[in-house]
């Protein structure tokens, strides 16, 4: 070179290549300096087997490629192992327990040659496999019970580990069980077993600190997301791009955002789940129900005239209401829509300072607003809030409440509510919080979560009909807590309104005045007298008894994707950093590898679909090779979780492509994966070793010997549990507490309660 020229290494590093290595650059120029792509990324295709010399012993085509490569190394593979190993070690390998001693028995005494296939099949079809193969799923999920972080509070996720085990069960195609966890909620009519799948990606830790701010851990949760993502069906440990390039790395920071692209447009809402067994269980109650109601009516002594007495008390302050649509409506994030009924619903993201800013006409005077917020199975505990911390779920907390009309205050005087938190001063809750300009103050229902509550605003001077008023609402906390579902009514009654315990739509029949009541009507009014009139509490009880008997509806964690026009954008973020967001990125795959199909939407189902189709190289790998290493302890490639150009080549290559091939042939098939494994004369060798092979081969790379290796912790507890006769074998719901020294929550947020189960 020329002393010019940019030497490589600098000299400054004292790291300059070696005469050899430089001629084997030259010469590898002059060559054409062919450099092909990195071998996983190639789709894999389907190598034949070599010829071997020990023909009788291959049991199926994994042996042959195993006992080619034992024989150009001059060794031979181990005899079977005894029946007592084998029984034992496919039971521990196949469902996670050890088989019992009469099990064990029939099998060593059974002289049927397909006594040991039969086995196989027996073990596949046990409800344990699912159990014992969602153990290994639910790890790369990183499930847990739990939220993680300093309060670590519990979660209801358990449906989404029911059906991780149900689907390994039916040995749902390997396809079917990626798109239905990544994507099922976008799938058409999506069932609510699809979407109960949809938790893979809600296992993400949730941080509940007051002082956190939840868009920022949001992100956080999302480069968990493409992590896990990356690692699970593409092998490759994808968080390197998240701060900056890489020179020699195939995936570059632009890359990795438009791969969060494509998992960052959902929302994270908790699913009500129709069980089947609940919904007829309710059913049955209701029935129970609707007779005590008729029965209460005609054990209640003078019940007409306790009615018609609570009728007039009623209707004495019963004011009519106008619902109020909004012409106009602004946030600092969350996407509002308006509702049929009027109501207005919430979603997108929310912060710990949301601002609503909402435009209302009213075509009759206006002495007071009416805000009621009000309940939504889509909401966290059924709101109406959308606080999703635990202790706190569905709340909401609403600072302040301003208006305006004709460019003037408008001055509210006299505000009350039917239910109310958050106390000042002197310990009560009052509705003037959110009229008194300070932030740390307001309005909440927590407590009443599920159910409606009102705020009642009276106007200091009446608005005249068509004036456009405009409502400000604050909800600022320390935590992200503002309303989920909410509707505004107005009124034109001359006297002052007030907050009521009534259902809104009993208070608009009230209003209305016994001449304009339908029968249907005025058996409305009777149900609600029958069922809250305090008059009758005491002959009530019975009835009151059954409707706390009626059983909730499980929730778990769930994805929901946004809506078409309220797309959440993604940046490319400066050295990975939160506050460093810069230019808005696409959604796409890394450009190593073949794209998404143009004639798709670039979402996360296309994703979902792409990740498990031949455009992916790397899935049909990825999965034998982690298949693989479950049954001999290593994989075929030994850094299972890193398929990329920095790990070791596989010790098998052509085995582990011929899998690969071979996987999807079969239909994406665990099952059928597993049995061709656990079927072959290579799983079946003894695995004794003579100090000649432990000394060639340590390893066990050649698998010139039957898989040794250490037991997992689930299987060794298990292993004991069952073989004293403690292990219980229920499956599913939620999850139990089994004995754990109390020092581990002692040192806890809150020194949480261990009840063991």
Avoid at 350 to 367: A, G, H, N, Y
Avoid at 749 to 755: E, L, V
Wanted: hydrophobic share 35%.
């Amino acid at each position: 070179t020329k002393d010019s020229d940019e030497v490589m290494p600098p000299p400054e590093s004292k790291d300059s290549l070696t005469v050899e290595q430089k001629e084997i650059l030259q010469q590898w120029v002059k060559e054409g300096a062919e450099y092909s792509v990195h071998w996983a990324f190639v789709p894999p295709q389907s190598p034949k087997a070599p010829k071997t010399k020990k023909a009788d012993w291959s049991r199926n085509e994994i042996d042959r490629f195993v006992l080619g490569n034992l024989e150009s190394h001059d060794l031979e593979p181990s005899p079977e192992a005894d029946r007592h190993t084998l029984v034992r070690r496919l039971s521990l390998d196949l469902i996670g327990l050890p088989p019992t001693p009469e099990e064990v028995d029939a099998f060593v005494k059974n002289e049927d040659p397909n006594a040991y296939e039969s086995l196989v099949d027996q073990l596949l079809k046990s409800p344990q496999y699912g159990e014992r193969w969602a153990r290994s799923w639910l790890d790369l999920a990183r499930y847990a019970d739990t939220n993680g972080y300093e309060k670590d509070r519990p979660r209801t996720i358990w449906p989404y580990r029911d059906w991780v085990i149900k689907a390994l069960n039916e040995d749902m195609p390997f396809d079917q069980f990626t798109i239905e966890q990544l994507a099922g909620d976008m799938l058409p009519n999506a069932t609510s077993s699809q979407i109960v799948a949809t938790g893979f990606h809600r296992n993400t830790m949730l941080n509940e600190e007051g002082g956190i701010d939840p868009l920022e851990f949001r992100f956080h949760a999302m480069v968990d997301r493409v992590a896990t993502t990356g690692t699970v069906w593409m092998g490759l440990s994808t968080g390197c791009a998240q701060c900056h390039s890489h020179k020699y790395d195939p995936i570059s920071q632009t890359d990795y955002y438009r791969l969060m692209a494509l998992l960052n447009n959902a929302d994270e809402p908790d699913y009500l789940m129709p069980e089947p067994d609940i919904v007829r269980r309710r059913k049955n109650l209701q029935v129970k129900i609707s007779k005590e109601e008729t029965a209460l009516e005609k054990k209640t002594a003078g019940f007409e005239d306790k009615f018609a007495q609570w009728l007039k008390a009623q209707q004495v302050d019963a004011s009519s209401w106008q619902v109020l649509r909004p012409t106009f409506m602004k946030t600092n994030l969350p996407r509002l829509e308006v509702l049929e009924d009027g109501s207005i619903f919430s979603t997108g993201d929310i912060t710990k300072r949301d601002e609503f800013t909402l435009r209302f006409r009213s075509d009759k005077p206006v002495t007071a607003l009416r805000l009621e917020v009000l309940p939504d199975n889509r909401l966290p505990a059924g709101g109406p809030g959308r606080c999703y911390y635990e202790g706190r779920k569905g709340d909401f907390f609403l600072s302040e409440v301003t208006a305006k009309a004709k460019g003037n205050t408008v001055q509210f005087v006299n505000p009350s509510h039917s239910f109310g938190k958050i106390s000042i001063g002197s310990g009560k809750a009052h509705a003037t919080n959110v009229l008194d300009g300070e932030g740390s103050t307001g309005w909440s229902t927590s407590g009443r979560e599920g159910k409606p509550s009102q705020l009642v605003l009276p106007l200091n001077k009446v608005l005249p009909a068509g004036a456009e008023i405009e409502v400000g609402m604050v909800f600022e906390r320390h935590f992200a807590a503002s309303l989920g579902r909410f509707r505004f009514s107005a009124t034109s009654s001359k006297k002052q309104a007030k907050a009521k315990q009534l259902p809104t739509a009993i208070e608009d029949l009230l209003a209305r005045g016994q001449g304009g009541w339908t029968a249907g009507q005025r058996n409305q009014l009777r149900s609600h007298f029958l069922l809250a009139s305090p008059s009758i509490a005491k002959e009530r009880k019975s009835l009151d008894a059954l409707r706390k008997q009626l059983p909730k509806f499980p929730t778990t964690m769930v994805m929901r994707e946004r809506p078409a026009d309220n797309p959440r954008p993604t940046h490319r973020h400066h050295r990975g950093e939160y506050l460093s967001p810069k230019e808005i990125v696409t959604a796409g795959v890394p450009a190593v590898f073949p794209g998404l199909p143009k004639s798709e939407p670039a979402n996360r189902l296309t994703f979902a679909k792409w990740l498990v189709s031949p455009s992916n190289p790397l899935v049909d790998r990825v999965t034998v090779n982690r298949a693989w290493r479950s049954f001999f302890g290593a994989g075929l490639l030994r850094t299972s979780g890193d398929f990329g150009t920095q790990s070791a080549a596989p010790d098998h290559p052509e085995l582990l492509d011929w899998l690969a091939v071979e996987f999807r042939k079969q239909g994406m098939s665990l099952k059928k994966l597993h049995r061709l494994i656990v079927t072959s004369a290579t799983y079946r060798q003894d695995s004794k070793v003579s100090k000649e092979l432990l000394a060639r081969d340590p390893y066990n790379r050649l698998l010139a010997r039957g898989p040794r290796h250490r037991l997992d912790a689930e299987v060794i507890r298990d292993l004991m549990l069952k073989a004293s006769g403690k292990l219980s074998p229920k499956m599913y719901g939620p999850s139990v507490y089994p004995p754990q020294p109390a020092s581990v929550t002692a040192v806890a947020y809150g020194a949480t309660k261990w009840n063991v189960s």
